[in-house]
């Protein structure tokens, strides 16, 4: 039986962790957990999982560690069996420390993109907000414009993406983020990636994990959706 592959994707806003880890999931086989959609969708289907994430959801607070882990390592219980890959958790090392207790994580990706880049990025975002889906007027606008190409339903873009409010979110995510990227470092399991181009950053993520997985670059290849 193949080893177990357990790996997390961390950057900050508009970094394109959504893409790479779409990329990662289709080209490896590895299963794709983001909590925010795991959330959301726990919310929108009224879950228990959903009615305890909701107050600070709809507060605009972020979820307590302690909420986190209970909700989401139960989830990765469900994953047993399977190699997967995390977005969006864990956020805190209080909530790595948590992973840490259960799981061995093999490789943690860290994406470093320009300030100019996110800033970019993210003003060019809409989201619909019932599904989380993400469009971008530069390179993936809907098909309608201002409109969900699932549903019809309006976009919106989030006050926190406008240029006003990026750094801030940009400053807390780096005090954040820094101590759980530190932690992984001291582990050995760390792999940092910087650019302003997801396309030209995916190649060498490609090859890491090829090599990582024990997979040729032509099976890594083979593997992927065209």
Request: no cysteine; charged share 20%.
């Amino acid at each position: 039986m193949a080893k177990l592959f357990r790996a997390a994707i961390m950057g900050p806003p508009g970094s394109g962790k959504g893409t790479i880890s779409q990329r990662i999931a289709e080209s490896f086989g590895l299963k794709y957990l983001s909590s925010g959609h795991y959330l959301r969708d726990s919310i929108a289907a009224n879950t228990e999982a959903g009615m305890i994430v909701r107050p600070y959801v709809d507060r605009g607070m972020l979820v307590p560690d302690h909420v986190m882990t209970r909700l989401m390592l139960p989830r990765l219980e469900q994953l047993n069996g399977h190699s997967w890959l995390l977005d969006g958790f864990p956020r805190t090392v209080a909530q790595a420390q948590a992973l840490n207790s259960l799981y061995h994580i093999d490789m943690v990706i860290s994406l470093n993109i320009p300030y100019a880049t996110l800033s970019e990025r993210l003003s060019d975002r809409w989201i619909h907000p019932a599904s989380g889906r993400v469009y971008n007027m530069g390179f993936n606008p809907p098909q309608v414009q201002g409109k969900d190409d699932i549903t019809g339903e309006p976009l919106i873009q989030h006050d926190d993406d406008k240029p006003e409010a990026l750094m801030a979110r940009l400053r807390h995510y780096k005090d954040v983020a820094k101590p759980v990227i530190d932690l992984y470092k001291s582990q050995g399991v760390l792999h940092s990636f910087s650019g302003t181009d997801t396309d030209k950053i995916w190649p060498y993520i490609n090859s890491l994990l090829s090599t990582k997985m024990q997979m040729q670059p032509s099976e890594a290849h083979q593997t992927q959706t065209p």
